[in-house]
């Protein structure tokens, strides 16, 4: 079976730009969450979703938005690219909202210019 | 509000040895989840152990070992004879019913095991 998967691998923007991430959660699992690891710091949550609504958001700007489609599959959005966006964007599938089954994909990283 | 806090940055250590890696955590949750995952340099975060806070139960899986104490607030890993393979960053991470559903981690301690 395929584990997460996360599109692209690598990706270089320029601030101001807008970017969208995508994930394919692990067949069977419904909840999406993603998170952002800033380079040397843990991950940090970012969005939940599952069923396809939104079930939990952290402390992130507006710039951030995301959703999650009938398939359950799940795109992150960032518009008005900061420098400060730079990082691995990691997406977590759960076959629970509980999220205590938590399976990683291997991240997009960003590099914004 | 939960914290999660891996004191060690980094470890170093030689082949063939033992390195334990702490965890010390924060929540006002009666009910909550106990995670360590292993981060390689490919970036995926693979998942290692889950503990709930009723199973203070300690567990061996291999070289793997896990120390989990309700009084210190503590969840700590051991690996034994340790190897280059188990090169990486380990992270420790909470999820706590008031929190949501979110895994909260800790910053990560890198090791670095030589041959």
Do not use: M
């Not at chain 1, 079976?1 to 969208?20: N, Y």
């Not at chain 1, 999650?68 to 008005?80: D, T």
């Amino acid at each position: 079976d395929a584990g997460v998967t996360q599109s692209p691998t690598h990706l270089i923007k320029t601030r101001g730009q807008q970017v969208t991430l995508r994930c394919s959660p692990i067949s069977g699992h419904k909840s999406v969450s993603w998170y952002q690891q800033v380079l040397g710091q843990g991950p940090q949550f970012i969005f939940q979703y599952y069923e396809k609504e939104e079930r939990g958001r952290g402390n992130f700007p507006d710039r951030f938005s995301a959703r999650q489609f009938p398939n359950y599959s799940s795109e992150l959005n960032v518009n008005a690219l900061l420098l400060g966006d730079s990082a691995l964007y990691l997406c977590a599938s759960s076959p629970q909202v509980t999220n205590t089954e938590a399976f990683f994909g291997q991240g997009t990283r960003l590099t914004v210019v | 509000a939960q914290k999660v806090t891996q004191a060690q940055t980094e470890i170093s250590v030689v082949e063939k040895e033992d390195v334990t890696l702490d965890c010390v955590y924060e929540t006002r949750d009666t009910t909550y989840y106990l995670f360590w995952y292993k981060q390689p340099p490919s970036g995926e975060l693979v998942f290692l152990i889950r503990r709930n806070s009723f199973d203070e139960q300690n567990e061996i899986s291999g070289r793997y070992s896990w120390n989990f104490q309700k009084s210190t607030s503590s969840f700590n890993f051991t690996i034994t004879a340790s190897q280059v393979v188990d090169s990486a960053v380990y992270f420790c991470a909470l999820i706590g019913r008031a929190a949501g559903n979110k895994l909260t981690f800790g910053g990560g301690t890198r090791v670095l095991v030589k041959p």
